[in-house]
């Protein structure tokens, strides 16, 4: 058996890795399973966009090698995209990077960055693409557990001293996955201002970026002061338009930051599909027609996702952003034992809390991507396994009273 690399040790097991094996085994057992897993909806592309690939797919030229440049009118949409609906300026040549979805960006740009002996600050919990990368690096991760407490935010001064003098990169993502939490604008700030400070590369996962609710407008990091000197920012067209499996974001950043992880990528990949660009430019200028009703529809899955939830005995409350529910678990109660109990038995798939990490353990996570009437029936569902739960754990703890009362009388 050939030697695995130390590095490639490192790696967890990967959160989502098996449930697709096991949804595919309970539908073929005839079972109604109801996905809530995966930020992945089940709503249409923007029909610009499938019409743009159909004709794409007609010019041979779209079938070459795309290579780092890619599509120039894409890089050009993206950089208008970016002015006008954020007021930030690039370069669409040097300051933009096309990317095969964002969570390779997210992932190779560590290669670039980070060394043996270096550190990152990785949000636990979080999207599994920082800690990889930081870990394919061969650095080491400085776990921030994030917890409502600290609304789910990252401090930078809580760090010791001496892990900071080495930290290298800090990944943040607001709006956050898996917790639904928004970045106050002044906390932004701290953080750009430390970042200045100790030159410390801040990566930005902004996936999520327009998928506000309630009058909420998510920023860009390039909106806060000094960011432009050490950020990059990672964008995708796959919830905003409901394109995950076309594998399409981008990275923007100053020329020597972009330019870093386009250097990187040169060895790795030779650009996506032409088409897939094309297509994620028309959606890019259909977006004003697009992403209102689509940012509505998502509103009422979560409108309805807290009220069924809530009404099955799960407290929640109503994220601004995003497109989850980061519902907490009554104490004593495992997340990877009550998601695999509520899949197996009632058919319907969450994602434990500790898959996004140790620190996301005492919650699970409810995606907006199945209709408001299914939704219900899942939060139905899951209150009836909740209770299960909560009574055999009553029994558990009434097993051990008594077990440790016949202790006691015995050894006395
Ligand atoms: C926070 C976050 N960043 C990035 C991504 C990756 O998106 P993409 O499809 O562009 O790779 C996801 C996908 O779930 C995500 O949740």
Redesign the pocket.
């Known amino acids: 058996m050939p030697r695995f690399s130390d590095r490639y040790d490192t790696l967890p097991a990967y959160p989502l890795a098996h449930i697709p094996a096991r949804k595919r085994a309970l539908l073929a057992a005839g079972v109604d399973v109801i996905d809530l897993g ?3 909806a089940d709503l249409p592309a923007p029909p610009e966009a499938i019409a743009a690939m159909h004709q794409a797919l007609d010019v041979p030229a779209m079938h070459r090698y795309g290579f780092g440049m890619g599509y120039v009118p894409f890089r050009e949409a993206i950089a208008r995209y970016m002015h006008e609906r954020f007021a930030v300026t690039v370069d669409p040549t040097t300051e933009v990077v096309p ?8 992932a190779h740009i560590a290669l670039a960055f980070l060394q043996p002996g270096d550190v990152a600050v990785v949000p636990d919990p ?2 599994g ?1 920082y800690m990889g990368g930081t870990l394919l690096a061969s650095a080491e991760p400085y776990v921030v557990q994030l917890t409502a407490r600290n609304g789910f935010l990252v401090e930078l001064d809580d760090i010791p001293a001496d892990v900071l003098t080495r930290t290298r990169v800090v990944y943040l ?1 607001y709006p ?3 917790t639904g939490a928004t970045a106050p604008r002044e906390y932004l700030e701290r953080v750009v201002r430390r970042c200045v400070e100790r030159d410390i590369l801040l990566v930005y ?1 902004n ?2 970026a327009e998928l506000g609710f309630d009058g909420y407008v998510p920023p860009s990091i390039f909106e806060i002061e000094g960011a432009r000197e050490v950020a990059i920012e ?6 905003t338009f409901n394109m ?1 499996g076309w ?3 981008w990275a923007v950043a100053r020329p020597e930051l972009a330019g870093a992880l386009a250097r990187v990528k040169n060895f790795i990949d030779t650009g996506s599909f032409l088409a897939v660009q094309v297509a994620a430019t028309a959606a890019l200028e259909a977006r004003h027609a697009f992403v209102p009703g689509n940012v509505a529809v998502f509103r009422e899955r979560r409108d309805a996702a807290v009220a069924a939830f809530a009404a099955a005995g799960f407290a929640c409350a109503a994220p601004q952003a ?1 497109m989850y529910l980061w519902v907490p678990l009554p104490e004593g109660i495992v997340s990877a034992r009550f998601a695999d109990r509520l899949r197996e038995q009632e058919g319907v798939i969450v994602m434990p809390g500790s898959g996004f990490g140790q620190g996301g353990e005492g919650y699970f996570r409810v995606s907006f991507i199945e209709s408001p009437q299914r939704t219900a029936i899942a939060a139905e569902r899951a209150g009836r396994v909740l209770a299960q739960l909560q009574a055999e754990g009553e029994h558990e703890d009434e097993h051990q009273r008594l077990a440790t009362a016949n202790f006691v009388v015995a050894a006395s």
Do not use: M, Q, W
């Not at 990317?99 to 997210?106: D, M, R």
């Not at 990672?234 to 919830?239: G, P, R």
């Open positions: 995966a930020g992945d990317l095969i979805g964002s969570k390779e960006g997210l979080a999207y693409a993502n956050n996955n898996p996962d996936a999520y990672f964008h995708s067209v796959s919830k995950t594998r399409c974001g995003a």
